[in-house]
């Protein structure tokens, strides 16, 4: 007996979520710029955890339980937050050891919206080859969730889906033609990744605030060899 391929899809925003179910499903939410990308990012180098808040006051209480306050609004760091949304933030000595509580305009609501999933990990190109390899040891269908820009479809998460389906697709059958949508665009971009990213509407939103070193870094590959996972309402490396 030929044995069944699991299935794969995309979810291109959050605002689409609500037609997945993700009951018993792994998860792996996706924000490039730049929100994954640090915690990816923070995680690796020696950050202790991260929790995702949806509220700028949310984010603000944790600061009383010793928690560093990061995140941003439109791609701009909210004034009263220790650092913004950049990987090099979370990748400082001073973050070895801490606690980040962050909120930021898309990759934290994707995360928060994903919760009816058996579990949740968090991707980024920098830690491509981690997440593909546990993917390929994971038994359950697969969601691959977009943090897009403010419910709206965007190239550089959608282009990740694509590059993580190229590395499972001998296990994983598409479920919608949103999954072969992503691989077609990866096969556009993996030539020269960083460019191709460039021409997106976010790198042109981001560019603006002179932060083209965060965009080439979070448009590398394999940095980091980590999953993280969300437990409870943290972010850990597994």
């Not at 944790?62 to 220790?82: L, M, N, S, T, V």
């Not at 994707?110 to 038994?139: C, H, M, P, R, W």
Request: one cysteine or more; charged letters at 25%.
């Amino acid at each position: 007996m030929i044995a069944m391929r699991k299935e794969i899809d995309v979810c291109l925003t959050p605002e689409l979520v609500h037609l997945s179910d993700l009951k018993d499903k792994l998860v792996v939410v996706v924000d490039i710029f730049r929100a994954t990308s640090c915690m990816v990012s923070g995680l690796a180098s020696g950050v202790e955890s991260i929790t995702p808040v949806a509220t700028v006051e949310e984010c603000l209480s944790y600061r009383e339980q010793g928690h560093i306050c990061a995140g941003e609004r439109g791609g701009k760091k909210i004034p009263e937050f220790d650092i913004g949304n950049s990987p090099f933030e979370y990748m400082d000595d001073q973050m070895r050891g801490r606690n980040i509580a962050v909120s930021t305009t898309n990759g934290t609501l994707a995360i928060k919206k994903s919760t009816d999933a058996a579990q949740i990990i968090i991707g980024s190109f920098l830690n491509l080859s981690a997440i593909a390899d546990y993917v390929l040891s994971s038994e359950m269908d697969v969601v691959i969730h977009c943090a897009g820009w403010k419910g709206t479809f965007n190239l550089e998460d959608t282009t990740f889906a694509g590059a993580l389906i190229d590395r499972v697709s001998d296990k994983y059958q598409f479920k919608t033609d949103a999954s072969l949508m992503a691989l077609s665009l990866w096969q556009l971009a993996n030539s020269d990744l960083y460019q191709f990213l460039l021409k997106s509407a976010h790198a042109e939103r981001l560019k603006k605030f002179g932060i083209e070193e965060d965009l080439k870094f979070c448009s590398e590959l394999d940095h980091f060899n980590i999953v993280p996972i969300l437990n409870g309402k943290k972010i850990t490396v597994s």
